[in-house]
């Protein structure tokens, strides 16, 4: 199966009826000017393939802001440029984000119209109080009844959610309350996003006073990873963990766990716990483990970490990368024993 993929057209911080504590959408999407209908036009010619089969594994995405709460004769233009690429199968379908609260019966069926066939909720997290802190603007049942509204028209539903969040009593537990919440939801797709403290923001005046404490990265990874199982285990589809590498993010960054890897240091950390239960009862010594060679670098972990964490346990291993040994599975030999595979 061809993998999926967007193109995506930012409309930044257009539509917010407020700004989140961590929010700068401009520096977060990398630019300050809002698409022109004609920009939308030449974009899709420009990147979508003319072949219709090819089409079905794009679509056309419009992130960045919130998009039904946008000027509604602006945000139709943009539809009505889009959805003729749709018509033609040059994408199949157009996917949107935005709020909780700015979802209804009537926007629904102009989305529907026009082509729109994907709908990203900006839940964030499920707990009153740290939206309220966090300023958010929107409630719980909001995302409730929003989701609810988006799945009996018909439409495939994506969650959005944020760690570290302020105001979160402890990370984890928070975390793990919302992606309960999702799951009871039933979303198609999920991502998931570390907070990050920008410049200009609430949030970076909260920092700086001592009153608000970011999780660090290894304490995210940590988190991120008993979210991936999680919704792994429910078959939701997690079509983003961490944020995009981008300069002018990292030149606006004050602090929070942001690293430009961030899926793989995930990934790593996961594959690094299997291992350490498969090993769990083996005496110390030294083993080969072989890998499939596109699972080599979650294995050996960035800068060896895997590696070295598991020499402070005993453990001396040396990554074998071996085509034979399919997807995430590994096998594990003792340093000089016949190959076992």
């Known amino acids: 199966m061809e993998k999926h993929k967007n193109l995506s057209i930012f409309v930044p911080h257009e539509g917010c009826p407020n700004q989140c504590s961590f929010c ?13 209908p004609r920009q939308v036009t030449r974009l899709c010619e420009e990147f979508l393939p003319k072949d219709e089969k090819a089409g079905q594994s794009y679509e056309i995405a419009f992130f960045g802001g919130s998009f039904t709460a946008i000027d509604r004769r602006y945000m139709v233009r943009l539809l009505e440029a889009a959805r003729p690429f749709v018509s033609r199968g040059r994408a ?5 984000s935005t709020r909780p609260d700015a979802i209804d019966s009537e926007i629904l069926r102009l989305l529907k119209h026009y082509g729109v066939t994907s709908i990203e909720l900006g839940a964030q997290s499920m707990q009153d109080d740290v939206l309220k802190a966090n300023l958010r603007g929107h409630s ?12 009996q028209r018909g439409f495939s539903l994506g969650l959005q959610m944020m760690t570290g969040l302020y105001r979160q009593k402890d990370y984890m537990e928070y975390a793990v309350d919302t992606a309960q919440k999702f799951i009871e939801i039933g979303p198609d797709t999920v991502r998931i996003y570390p907070t990050l403290t920008l410049k200009d923001t609430l949030l970076e005046k909260l920092y700086q006073k001592g009153i608000y404490t970011p999780p660090d990265i290894r304490q995210t990874v940590k988190i991120c990873a008993v979210l991936v199982k999680m919704f792994n285990k429910r078959g939701i589809r997690i079509i983003k963990l961490g944020l995009h590498a981008d300069t002018g993010l990292e030149k606006s960054l004050v602090a929070g766990p942001y690293h430009p890897a961030f899926k793989e240091l995930v990934q790593s950390y996961m594959f690094m716990e299997k291992i350490k239960r498969a090993l769990d009862g083996r005496p110390a010594g030294r083993y080969e483990i072989y890998v499939n060679p596109s699972r080599l670098s979650q294995a050996v972990g960035q800068k060896k970490s895997n590696v070295t964490a598991l020499a402070d346990l005993g453990w001396s291993v040396k990554f074998v990368p071996d085509a034979r040994v399919q997807g995430e599975e590994f096998i594990i030999c003792e340093k000089g024993e016949i190959r076992c595979i």
């Open 24 to 36: 700068d959408q401009k520096k977060i999407s990398g630019t300050q000017n809002p698409p022109t």
């Open 140 to 151: 719980v049942q909001d995302v409730y009844t929003a989701s609810k509204l988006i799945k």
């Open 92 to 96: 199949m379908g157009i996917r949107i």
